[in-house]
């Protein structure tokens, strides 16, 4: 079964900090690998990588992926006490489904 | 444009009892997946459907759940004599049609939370 491992899985900083999550995944039937924001309701959709080395942006918010290594990486700078949920990284493989990791709970202080 | 709708949003049901959990995808969307999420755990993959098509269910457990996605109306996941360990957070998302090897990112609706008393 396909896996995909999040660390850390708690964070908690400050207001103004730049945190980094990371995302390794297994290589079986890879498509994509996509990030999401989970704020005690439905996962909001941030990134989808399917190529390596090709950074996305979105505001304060960056991701790459490294398909030679399998991991995928989400920045956050600057960051806001809104920015506080799980973030949810998931493999997609042939066939469309998605495979979750557990999550990376951070946590930003005032 | 309203985004994907499930309802309802939270459920309660004694042991043995039946759930229904629908999911209305986005406008234009054809490609229909639930998840669950256990308390304390990840979301996990349970089926893929398509119009009137079950296109993966290898995440779905054998016995008591099923699901559907009729030509008109919302897809349905039904769990049969429900049990304490059934209660969870049931996600679906959606998806367009897309053809072979290009890329479309899921979009998830708000959840039915389930309790099984």
């Known amino acids: 079964e396909d896996k995909v491992v999040q660390s850390p899985l708690s964070l908690v900083v400050h207001e103004g900090d730049t945190v980094t999550l990371n995302c390794s995944y297994e290589?079986?039937?890879?498509?994509?690998l996509l990030w999401y924001k989970q704020e005690k309701k439905a996962p909001t959709f941030l990134f989808m990588l399917t190529s390596s080395g090709i950074e996305k942006k979105s505001g304060r918010l960056s991701s790459i992926l490294d398909k030679k290594e399998l991991f995928s990486i989400l920045n956050i700078t600057a960051t806001q006490t809104g920015d506080s949920a799980v973030y949810l990284c998931a493999q997609e493989t042939s066939g469309s489904r998605l495979t979750f990791g557990e999550g990376t709970q951070l946590t930003v202080n005032p | 444009n309203a985004g994907v709708m499930q309802n309802p949003r939270h459920l309660v049901r004694r042991r043995g009892q039946e759930a229904r959990l629908r999911c209305s995808p986005m406008?234009?969307?054809?490609?229909v997946y639930w998840y669950r999420q256990l308390p304390e755990e990840g979301l996990k993959f349970m089926v893929y459907l398509q119009k009137e098509n079950i296109i993966d269910e290898s995440g779905m457990p054998k016995e008591r759940f099923s699901a559907e996605f009729p030509k008109e109306g919302p897809s349905i996941l039904r769990i049969q004599q429900v049990v304490r360990g059934d209660s969870a957070a049931y996600f679906c998302?959606?998806?367009?049609?897309?053809?072979?090897?290009?890329?479309?990112?899921?979009?998830f609706g708000p959840g039915t939370r389930l309790t099984v008393l």
């Open positions: 290589v079986t039937n890879f498509r994509s």
């Open positions: 998302a959606s998806s367009p049609w897309f053809r072979a090897g290009s890329y479309n990112e899921q979009f």
């Open positions: 406008k234009g969307h054809s490609h």
